[in-house]
């Protein structure tokens, strides 16, 4: 329970105009200090004084990464209650949130542009960039070891790439479906699959930011190296949870945090890392238990990243 006062600054702060815009826009998933400016078209100082006094009150959490600070709707806490109650009752058709909604989508179309243009350049050499800095062979053999050497009906793999965690994991699913939005990524694992003989594999062209609920159910979804693409990694693995079968399970392969800013200059990452604590919550909001999670630090002597491997269950399966 709160005292009268730190609840009337709690409401203080919710109760303009600005500030109930970006509790709706962080009621839609994380978003960066830049991209919240652009979607208001208010300055970064004015934004960034309004986003201060959200935080403080508790009604949001701020994150930063190298350069760049995120904000997400707190977790937990009498803060984060009222501001749940407050976005799940504005209403979609007031004009100033279409508009938000509409500039929205835009910041999220030109995030996605880029990196297509940039995956469209690496295409060919997508599988040889991935080895930099990262233990891929000890990756990729733990994330095999995870299933247990069981052989599920339905594995998904999103953002598969060049399909090569489909051609690791071939031995456990009896159907593999990896789905891309890189034509050119898709041209290389067509041609990876069918050198590799895998026929019970095959790969598709779609939005990974707005699954086909067709494509489930499935009993494995893989995201591996693809949710720091994302400026909102909870939101993607939310709709990940909903292609799963009950009792599904998620790996997620992806960067320990680092300060690496020009992988986002010149490789087009939104997140340079995921946490613990990061990835703990948005399983938790999306319904989901980390069963188990693993590191990899880089083999080179000169600080490179660190892989993590996290392993995600369905908090409604039965032992």
């Known amino acids: 329970m709160s005292g009268l006062g730190d609840l009337v600054g709690v409401l203080k702060a919710a109760g303009e105009s600005t500030r109930l815009r970006l509790l709706a826009l962080l009621a839609d998933g994380d978003h960066s200090v830049k991209d919240l400016t652009e979607i208001l078209d208010q300055s970064q100082p004015r934004v960034s004084r309004h986003l201060k006094l959200l935080a403080d009150a508790g009604l949001v959490e701020r994150h930063a990464e190298g ?84 052989s599920v009906d339905l594995l998904v793999d999103l953002g598969t790439g060049t399909g090569r965690m489909l051609e690791v994991l071939a031995p456990a699913y009896k159907h593999g479906v990896g789905i891309d939005s890189s034509r050119e990524m898709l041209a290389v694992a067509r041609s990876r699959l069918a050198g590799a003989g895998l026929a019970h594999a095959q790969v598709r062209l779609g939005d990974i930011g707005a699954l086909d609920p067709a494509t489930g159910p499935a009993d494995v979804i893989v995201i591996h190296q693809v949710l720091h693409y994302f400026d909102d990694p909870g939101r993607m693995l939310a709709q990940a949870r909903r292609l799963l079968k009950p009792g599904g399970e998620i790996l997620i392969v992806d960067f320990a945090p680092h300060d690496l800013e020009f992988l986002r200059s010149e490789h087009a990452h939104r997140r340079l890392g995921l946490s613990r604590e990061q990835m703990s919550g948005w399983a938790g909001l999306a319904g989901l238990d980390v069963l188990a999670m693993r590191e990899f630090p880089s083999d080179t002597k000169d600080g490179g990243l660190t892989v993590c491997l996290w392993h995600l269950g369905d908090r409604n399966r039965t032992e």
């Open 67 to 150: 350069a760049w600070a995120y904000y997400r709707l707190a977790p937990n806490g009498q803060g984060a209650d009222l501001a749940r109650w407050l976005t799940a009752r504005v209403d979609p058709a007031d004009p100033e949130r279409r508009r938000d909604r509409a500039r929205q989508v835009e910041a999220r179309g030109a995030q996605q542009a880029l990196a297509a243009d940039y995956f469209a350049k690496v295409a060919e050499s997508w599988d040889l960039l991935k080895t930099l800095h990262v233990p891929e062979a000890a990756v990729e053999a733990a994330v095999l070891a995870e299933l247990g050497g069981r």
